[in-house]
């Protein structure tokens, strides 16, 4: 049958996952896959602070460059992740004062996101990501401790002036279903494109457990948002589990990421998926959380799993 990307692009979305460099280097079948299945890639962790900008203006491009030119041979869209984040931002940036470390922040956007301007693969960022608590309170980052919320808007001028034609996207996790958080960001939003802040698009990360339940509203919550006139889109799926498999637990997870699928289908505004990863061989969540795993759609041998079949039954109309 048709890989997933042809079922999606039939669709008008993007279906597309995050890669790591090191198996993108070294491994034929996670190149193969990646390549086949996917119209659309996040680097996981090639374009944070850490590995772009170690040390100041000392800019480091070989992960970026080496995602973005496969993705440029196999026909896909690169979205940038990610500007400003509390996470992986080098020790140097954390220990700036207000005043530098606005400056340093505006000269990392103006660098990273300039570097790749020109380029038709690098179509969107997420220029702040993670910015409220589990709350949905405004995060206590040393961003917000130095320069409190304005370098969220700060963020989003320098995305627009070093890229104005990139869709610029702010992602946050917990919120996919109706919830204070989620209700924080929509303020946020509103708020901020009534400033006229260039922020045209909202990310809704969806790192799902199968033990906590499906988000109440998913389809309703991402439809408000559309309602706010910026596109929307799912930028990491995974489902998590208690580990081992059962054939019970791919089933629900299976369920899971087909009802992600037939939310973005159901709303105009959203572009598309983007799934944590593809092969449970690499992901973050069992280092995170120790007992869990098997969150993804390709077992550990590149196996599809029940969820490889339903995202594609999914896209598919089927
Ligand atoms: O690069 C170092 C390497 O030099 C060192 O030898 C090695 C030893 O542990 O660590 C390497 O860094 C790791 C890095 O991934 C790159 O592989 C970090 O320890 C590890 O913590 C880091 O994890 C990433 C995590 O973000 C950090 O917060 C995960 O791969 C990545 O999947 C995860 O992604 C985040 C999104 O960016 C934002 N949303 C949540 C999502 C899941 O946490």
Redesign the pocket.
């Given at each position: 049958d048709q890989p997933l990307r042809a079922h999606a692009e039939a669709r008008g979305k993007f279906i597309g996952t995050a890669l790591s460099t090191s198996p993108l280097a070294n491994e034929t079948a996670y190149r193969n896959i990646a390549a086949t299945e996917f119209n659309q890639i996040t680097p996981?962790?090639a374009m944070k602070w850490d590995a772009t900008e170690p040390n100041q203006n000392q800019f480091n491009w070989s992960g970026a460059d080496a995602i973005v030119n496969f993705a440029t041979q196999n026909n896909q869209q690169i979205h940038g992740?990610?500007l400003v984040w509390h996470?992986?931002t080098p020790a140097w940036v954390q220990n700036l004062g207000a005043d530098a470390m606005r400056t340093a922040m505006r000269n990392h956007i103006a660098q990273v996101a300039g570097r790749y301007a020109s380029n038709p693969t690098l179509v969107s960022w997420d220029v702040v990501?993670e910015v409220f608590d589990d709350n949905g309170n405004m995060r206590n980052s040393f961003w917000y401790q130095r320069l409190g919320d304005t370098y969220i808007a700060d963020a989003f001028r320098a995305a627009k002036a070093a890229d104005p034609d990139a869709r610029l996207c702010i992602n946050d996790?917990n919120v996919e279903g109706i919830n204070a958080k989620s209700t924080a960001m929509y303020n946020l939003v509103r708020s901020l494109r009534a400033q006229n802040v260039p922020v045209d698009c909202v990310g809704f990360?969806g790192?799902l457990s199968t033990q906590y339940g499906f988000p109440s509203q998913v389809q309703q919550n991402v439809q408000r948002f559309a309602d706010l006139g910026v596109q929307v889109r799912f930028t990491?799926i995974d489902i998590r589990m208690l580990t081992p498999r059962t054939a019970a637990k791919d089933t629900q997870q299976a369920t899971y990421y087909r009802d992600i699928v037939n939310a973005c289908l159901a709303v105009t505004q959203c572009a598309g998926i983007t799934i944590?990863g593809f092969t449970d061989k690499y992901s973050?969540v069992p280092e995170?959380f120790p007992s869990e795993g098997a969150a993804l759609i390709y077992d550990e041998n590149y196996a599809q799993k029940p969820s490889y079949t339903a995202v594609h039954n999914a896209l598919a109309g089927g």
């Open positions: 996981e962790n992740h990610t996470s992986q990501n996790y990360q790192h990491e944590w973050w995170t």
